[in-house]
C-alpha cells in the first residue's frame, strides 16, 4: 500500500514500500480510489514524484504495476522517481524506466 499520498505545488508525490505480488492488487486498487478522489480530480497536478527510497523489493508483479503505472501516466504528466536501494535502481535501469523518468539514487539514511 501507499505508505502516503501528498498534493503540494502541482505536485502528487506517491510513497511505496516494497511492492510484489502479495501487495500489488491493494495498490492497484488504492491508486484507483486515488485517481477518482475529489482532491485529486479538483487539482491542476503537472508533476506525479514516486518515491521508492523505502522500497528495498519489486519483484516481477510489482514491476508489472510500476510499468503500467508509468505508462498511464507518463503521456499525461511529468514523472520523476527518488529511489532509496541500489537494486531498485540497478533494476530501473535494466527495464529502460530511467529512460521514462527521471530517477535518482539516493542513499537510504541509517
Same mark, same amino acid.
Given at each position: ?51 521508492? #527510497? @523505502?522500497? %528495498?523489493?519489486?519483484? =516481477? ?5 510500476? *510499468?503500467? +503505472?508509468?505508462?498511464? #501516466? @507518463?503521456? %499525461?504528466?511529468?514523472? =520523476? ?5 541500489? *537494486?531498485? +535502481? ?5 527495464? %529502460? ?14
Amino acid at each position: 500500500m501507499f505508505v502516503k499520498f501528498q498534493i503540494e505545488a502541482k505536485t502528487i508525490s506517491l510513497v511505496f514500500e516494497d511492492i510484489k505480488s502479495t501487495n500489488v492488487e491493494s495498490l492497484m486498487a488504492e491508486l484507483s480510489v486515488f485517481m477518482i478522489h475529489p482532491q485529486f480530480k479538483e487539482s491542476q497536478i503537472e508533476r506525479f514524484e514516486f518515491d521508492f #527510497l @523505502k522500497t %528495498k523489493m519489486i519483484d =516481477s508483479s510489482g514491476l508489472n504495476f510500476v *510499468l503500467n +503505472m508509468i505508462k498511464e #501516466l @507518463k503521456n %499525461k504528466y511529468t514523472l =520523476s522517481a527518488k529511489i532509496g536501494s541500489p *537494486l531498485v +535502481m540497478k533494476l530501473f535501469h535494466q527495464v %529502460k524506466l530511467d529512460q521514462l523518468m527521471e530517477c535518482s539514487f539516493e542513499e537510504a539514511k541509517r
